[in-house]
């Protein structure tokens, strides 16, 4: 994995130097993969072929053509090696699915950690994760605990989920097996395979809008040139047949079917670029030096001062409009000044809003996890001790969060204060109820445990429903503004060869009335 980000890093400052077949064949087999010189030329000649194509088909002189090939094969490597990069994210993520789900079987019937990967070992085909199984094998063997050679493993994926299922393995074996143990790893392997299902969910509907977006720039360069023929066609009936008038070779077409054609390669690009994102990894992440100076101005508002503030600020535009008013009799100025005086005055109301709905957004789409993480732990572990262990996976704000909740229960060990103010400042009463839970949990003990935590996971999973509900919509969102892009340009590019193609045939026209 660390040679994975070496290598994405490399990549935003080598674009030309993938120019060179040695070294795309160098970074395409760091993802796993061989790419052969034979293949490298036939993709050349597929680009060329395309540019060709395409210059015919808004007939561009060659220079142009000449132009689209050479930025065609500029971009071809980068997108090569977007596509090796798509196959080995998704291998990655199937491995760890298969390894989840086999893990916690192997030792439902071992009952040791150490038996249980030596079986798990033997269902993978020869590839990354056979080997990284080996090594921890290998490590316990050279008596490496337990837990350093599952480390192994985690570093080499670099998944939460990974970890998580460890944990609860790894408690299971320090506390032996208990009456509720199946009931516990059946639920582990529910709760992985949910999410392995959102995962296969979640990029099948990336890859259907990059084949969406394909399907738009093909219909939209259709209708672009069938616009330019049209035009064309009316040209040379009001002119003659035997002119030879062709719109294709003014300038001004020539140049915006140009930018047209790069544009759209640029978009399909970019659209291609986005499914090369860590399957292992939760995309909707913030990152979290703003997450925290939004997380910072929720939890220092204070009402009163801020809008103490805003009326400092609002306070010289509303003077100013007055004084536009009584002496320089502007009613435009006024009315300016006056609406900026207003949103100074609100402007504290509208930070706070918009940094509390980012706040919200990111719970919503973090807490479940968390939230699912902590319930395994519960499973051999009180309430107190499962929040300290849950600490290190958590989001930066639930840390945040935790951090108060322990100074308040160092101060009230007895009460429930500090489970009632955990993220109490941002309105989301399923968490509240949650933590009620872990607080009756914590004081009616192992009695009631049981019953307690089948209302919390149940809570939990609707939790997860709805996070998952807003990740479509907010990916639906941004498609569709990324979707916007190739429409505005298309619009744009057909706007104005109609006006030039309609101001050619005014000329047309005139010039034949005159020759008349």
Not at 125 to 154: C, D, F, H, W, Y
Not at 385 to 402: G, M, R
Request: aromatic share 10%.
């Amino acid at each position: 994995m660390k040679k994975q980000k070496k290598t994405k890093g490399k990549r935003k400052d080598s674009v030309f130097r993938l120019l060179n077949p040695k070294y795309l064949q160098k970074e395409v087999h760091i993802y796993g993969y061989n790419f052969s010189q034979k293949t490298h030329l036939g993709m050349i000649a597929c680009v060329l072929i395309g540019a060709v194509a395409i210059g015919l088909l808004f007939k561009l002189s060659i220079p142009l053509i000449t132009v689209i090939g050479v930025f065609g094969i500029v971009i071809m490597p980068v997108m090569i090696l977007d596509m090796y990069k798509r196959m080995y994210q998704q291998k990655r993520f199937e491995e760890v699915g298969q390894y989840m789900e086999q893990i916690v079987r192997a030792y439902q019937k071992e009952q040791k950690i150490y038996t249980s990967l030596i079986e798990c070992e033997k269902t993978f085909e020869p590839g990354r994760m056979k080997e990284v199984l080996r090594e921890a094998i290998e490590a316990i063997k050279q008596s490496k605990t337990t837990q350093e050679a599952l480390a192994i493993i985690e570093a080499s994926y670099e998944c939460d989920k990974i970890h998580a299922t460890h944990e609860f393995l790894l408690n299971a074996e320090e506390h032996g097996g208990s009456d509720d143990f199946f009931d516990s790893s059946n639920m582990l392997i529910k709760d992985n395979s949910m999410w392995i299902r959102r995962g296969y969910t979640y990029h099948s509907q990336r890859k259907q809008q990059y084949t969406d977006t394909l399907v738009g720039i093909v219909f939209a360069t259709v209708l672009c040139s069938t616009v330019l023929y049209i035009l064309n066609y009316i040209g040379t009936v009001l002119k003659d047949m035997t002119s030879g008038f062709d719109i294709f070779s003014q300038p001004f077409i020539q140049i915006s079917s140009l930018l047209y054609i790069i544009f759209a390669i640029c978009v399909v690009l970019k659209s291609s670029h986005k499914l090369t994102d860590d399957w292992l990894k939760d995309n909707q992440a913030i990152k979290e030096d703003l997450i925290l100076n939004d997380y910072d101005t929720v939890m220092n508002y204070d009402e009163k001062k801020s809008s103490k503030k805003s009326l400092v600020w609002a306070a010289p535009f509303l003077i100013g409009s007055v004084v536009s008013y009584l002496l320089i009799s502007s009613k435009v100025v006024c009315a300016i000044l006056l609406v900026l005086a207003v949103f100074m005055l609100v402007q504290h109301k509208v930070g706070y809003n918009i940094a509390l709905n980012t706040i919200k957004d990111e719970l919503g789409n973090t807490v479940p996890i968390w939230f699912m993480d902590l319930n395994l732990l519960l499973q051999h572990n009180t309430v107190y001790v499962a929040l300290t262990k849950s600490y290190d996976n958590a989001d930066i704000i639930i840390k945040k969060e935790l951090d108060r909740f322990f100074d308040e229960l160092d101060v009230t060990p007895d009460s429930v204060d500090p489970y009632l103010h955990f993220c109490s400042k941002f309105q989301m009463p399923e968490i509240s109820a949650c933590m009620k839970m872990l607080y009756s949990v914590s004081e009616q003990g192992i009695g009631d445990k049981k019953m307690q935590l089948d209302g919390f996971i149940q809570s939990v999973y609707e939790m997860q429903n709805r996070a998952d509900e807003r990740k479509k919509e907010d990916m639906e969102l941004k498609y569709q503004r990324f979707f916007f892009y190739p429409i505005a340009i298309t619009t744009l590019k057909m706007a104005g060869d109609m006006t030039y193609g309609i101001m050619l045939a005014l000329s047309l026209m005139s010039s034949i009335h005159i020759g008349g």
